[in-house]
C-alpha cells in the first residue's frame, strides 16, 4: 500500500493549491481517506475526511467553505482543493486511509507529507 502526497509549494494569501494524494493497494470504493496537517510547533490535525459509505465529507471549522475533498476512483486519487488559503494554513499536509471512518483520526496508512508555505 502506498499513498503519494504531492501539490503542495508556496502561494500568496488567498490563493489556491490542489493537493493530491496518489493511492496504490488500496481499494478507494472500500476505504475512508482524509487530509491532515501539521505546523511547526502544533498538534496534528484533521482538515477533512471522506467517507466511503456515502461519499460524505466533514471539515474541520478553520477550514470549512475554502477546502474541498474529492476522490477519482478511476485515478484511483484523492484530492483536497484549498482555495483562500490564509498564512495560518501553512503546515506539511498529509493523506492518510483507513478501512473504518471511526478510526480515521487513527489511520492504518499514511502517506508522506507536502508543504503548503502561505506566504507574501
Known amino acids: 500500500v502506498q499513498l503519494q502526497a504531492s501539490g503542495g509549494g508556496l502561494v500568496q494569501p488567498g490563493g489556491s493549491l490542489r493537493l493530491s494524494c496518489a493511492i496504490s493497494g488500496l481499494s478507494l470504493d472500500t476505504n475512508n481517506f482524509g487530509w491532515f496537517r501539521q505546523a511547526p510547533g502544533k498538534e496534528r490535525e484533521r482538515v477533512s475526511c471522506s467517507s466511503s459509505d456515502d461519499g460524505s465529507a466533514y471539515y474541520a471549522d478553520s477550514v470549512k467553505g475554502r477546502f474541498a475533498i474529492s476522490r477519482d476512483n478511476a485515478k484511483n486519487t484523492v484530492y483536497l482543493q484549498m482555495s483562500g488559503l490564509k498564512p495560518e494554513d501553512s503546515a506539511v499536509y498529509y493523506c492518510?486511509?483507513?478501512?473504518?471512518?471511526?478510526?480515521?483520526?487513527?489511520?492504518?496508512?499514511w502517506g508522506q507529507g507536502t508543504l503548503v508555505t502561505v506566504s507574501s
Open positions: 492518510a486511509a483507513d478501512s473504518s471512518l471511526a478510526t480515521i483520526d487513527r489511520p492504518h496508512y
